[in-house]
């Protein structure tokens, strides 16, 4: 893995336009998210971590929401294709812990697909907890 360039150094809390996280998000995951977005972090996260590329595009974001206490979750990880496999991922959790941490949380959680352990346990440090789930719209 390579690193990533200084320039592209996530931020705490960094402005992000509704359009490009949108955009980022369904790069990301699929799907279309929701408009007002953006609006919806400034009124109800903790705070989340962003970072750009040197033209200034939104190419890596993570979202921490939390419990108004000890607990802060990680949310909605992404990192623009062109730039995945470099640290930003990485980098933005870092990030993001700091936040969580600065803000007196004790503890920070996120839950991820199968696949993503390698990133959050071996990359990022977390350690593996069980977890329940439950669907509350949809199939499934």
Do not use: I, K
């Not at 996530?10 to 990301?28: K, M």
């Amino acid at each position: 893995m390579t690193s990533y360039p200084d320039s592209l150094t996530p931020a705490w809390r960094a402005p992000v336009r509704d359009g490009e996280l949108r955009a980022l998000l369904a790069e990301a995951f699929g799907g279309a998210p929701a408009p007002g977005l953006a609006a919806r972090l400034a009124r109800h996260s903790l705070g989340w971590a962003a970072a750009r590329d040197a033209s200034g595009r939104l190419v890596g974001f993570v979202n921490v929401a939390w419990d108004g206490g000890a607990h802060a979750f990680l949310l909605d990880t992404a990192v623009a294709g062109s730039h995945r496999r470099r640290g930003l991922g990485r980098a933005l959790v870092a990030v993001a812990a700091a936040g969580a941490r600065e803000a007196g949380c004790d503890w920070l959680h996120v839950d991820y697909e199968e696949r993503l352990r390698p990133f959050y346990e071996d990359a990022c440090g977390f350690g593996a907890t069980a977890a329940g789930l439950v669907r509350l719209h949809g199939e499934g």
